[in-house]
């Protein structure tokens, strides 16, 4: 099983939707957890960090759920600009290393 | 612009030829990463240095050295290169807060036939 999962898609939307994705992990003793942006043929950008209490940043709002271990990213008013995939992280100690999942595709379209 | 910069972009290699991936950071972090990207498995893991003068292995390490050069710098060597090695590769840096998470570097797309 691997560490971290997500669907990979791809998630289709018009513009102007609400998307939201999903992630679990399966180390509990994991400490921190990041949303990571990837788009086609480029490096991977930090997009936001996931909080215990929720975090907002414009139209981007993530979630942490440890009870369940899963991490949540929700994407309002859809642009084709946010067309990317996006990647969960966790952060489980030990040398800085972080753990990607494999990514969810996001195809924003008119 | 300050950040984390790869070199070269491309290569084609035979195989069992050699090369070094070259990464170097001008952020001051103190520790640096080599991952692998292939397609459906995602960012792997191949060596990090924590600090400088330490290197330990990742999750896929078999086929890889590295060198923590000094502080900016982290390179990777692929002694022998096999098709198996074809992927992109990115090179990372941080800080010792993980909170800012990490900053890649471009990334080099090897093919090795």
């Known amino acids: 099983r691997k560490e971290v999962e997500q669907d990979p898609g791809p998630f289709n939307v018009p513009e102007g939707a609400t998307v939201a994705f999903n992630c679990t992990y399966s180390?509990?003793?994991?400490?921190?957890f990041f949303w990571y942006r990837q788009d086609c043929r480029k490096e991977p950008k930090l997009l936001m960090s996931?909080?215990?209490s929720g975090n907002e940043d414009g139209r981007f709002t993530a979630q942490l759920n440890r009870a369940s271990q899963y991490i949540s990213l929700l994407i309002r008013d859809s642009k084709l600009s946010d067309s990317a995939t996006y990647l969960c992280?966790?952060?489980?100690?030990?040398?800085?290393?972080?753990?990607f999942g494999t990514g969810t595709q996001l195809k924003v379209e008119l | 612009n300050a950040g984390v910069t790869q070199t070269p972009k491309f290569q084609v290699l035979k195989t069992g030829q050699s090369m070094t991936l070259q990464c170097a950071q001008d952020?001051?972090?103190?520790?640096m990463y080599w991952y692998r990207q292939d397609p459906g498995m995602g960012l792997r893991l191949i060596y990090y240095s924590a600090s400088e003068g330490t290197t330990d292995k990742g999750e896929v390490p078999n086929g890889y050295n590295v060198s923590r050069l000094n502080k900016r710098e982290f390179s990777l060597r692929l002694e022998s290169a096999a098709p198996s090695q074809t992927s992109v590769y990115f090179c990372?840096?941080?800080?010792?807060?993980?909170?800012?998470?990490?900053?890649f570097g471009s990334g080099t797309r090897l093919t090795v036939v």
């Open positions: 990372a840096s941080s800080d010792s807060r993980p909170s800012y998470g990490y900053t």
């Open positions: 992280v966790a952060f489980t100690g030990g040398g800085n290393k972080l753990t």
């Open positions: 952020m001051n972090h103190n520790s």
């Open positions: 180390n509990s003793a994991s400490q921190s």
């Open positions: 996931v909080y215990s």
